[in-house]
């Protein structure tokens, strides 16, 4: 079945630094990458999504690369700040109705 | 403002009870889905339905069951509760491959 490899489980950065979150998929029939944030007590909450026949997407700080060909696509964020600290997941769509996602990264944001 | 909206945020419930959880959507989506969330497993499909009776298998539907009476409400049914489900319930919905919006979340603990 479909799989996703997200990487890496936790990631500390400096304020103002950036940060890369990068997942793997296996299913070349996949064609819309989501990433979600997850804030302490709240569920996750889409902050990004690219479709397969775009290769990069930005919004503000926020950017998704998407490479279809190694099956890959990353999250990069930049100058981060503290309000950014949060679970970030990765996702692709499988199938008709499923999402699967990644394990999940921690992002710590040091002041 | 749209809603995905969780029962309980958190429960206590003992071995062996039937336990429900609900989750309500005013987005008219027709697809709504179940995950369980645990550390370093990121988030699991537990069951889905994408229309009104109609329901089908996640990915660890083991000890759940679900029932979706009406569009806007999807709930999920733990027959026999086991400490091995407790856990961090999150419901979505979404319509076709688009953004999935998340409840807040349910912390089941069972003792």
């Known amino acids: 079945g479909e799989n996703v490899e997200q990487h890496p489980s936790t990631l500390s950065v400096q304020e103002g630094d950036s940060a890369v979150i990068k997942c793997t998929y296996s299913?070349?029939?996949?064609?819309?990458f989501p990433w979600y944030k997850q804030e302490l007590g709240k569920g996750p909450q889409l902050i990004i999504d690219?479709?397969?026949?775009?290769g990069e997407k930005k919004d503000q700080r926020i950017a998704v690369t998407l490479n279809k060909t190694a099956k890959h696509f990353s999250l990069h964020i930049t100058e981060t700040q503290p309000e950014d600290s949060a679970v970030y997941f990765c996702?692709?769509?499988?199938?008709?109705?499923?999402?699967?996602f990644g394990t999940g990264t921690r992002l710590k944001v040091l002041a | 403002d749209v809603k995905v909206t969780q029962s309980s945020r958190y429960l206590v419930k003992r071995t062996g009870e039937k336990v429900f959880l609900e989750c309500v959507q005013d987005?008219?989506?027709?697809?709504m889905f179940w995950y369980r969330q645990d550390p370093g497993l990121g988030l699991r499909l537990i069951y889905f339905s994408y229309d009104v009776k109609m329901k089908e298998k996640g990915d660890i539907p083991e000890g759940y069951s679900v029932s979706r009476e009406k569009k806007e409400r999807f709930s999920l049914i733990l027959e026999s509760a086991s400490t091995n489900q407790t856990s961090m319930y999150l419901c979505?919905?979404?319509?076709?491959?688009?953004?999935?919006?998340f409840g807040q979340g349910t912390r089941l603990t069972v003792v």
């Open positions: 299913d070349s029939a996949s064609n819309y």
């Open positions: 987005m008219d989506h027709e697809n």
């Open positions: 996702a692709v769509n499988s199938g008709t109705y499923k999402y699967i």
């Open positions: 690219i479709r397969s026949n775009v």
């Open positions: 979505a919905s979404r319509s076709g491959a688009t953004e999935a919006f």
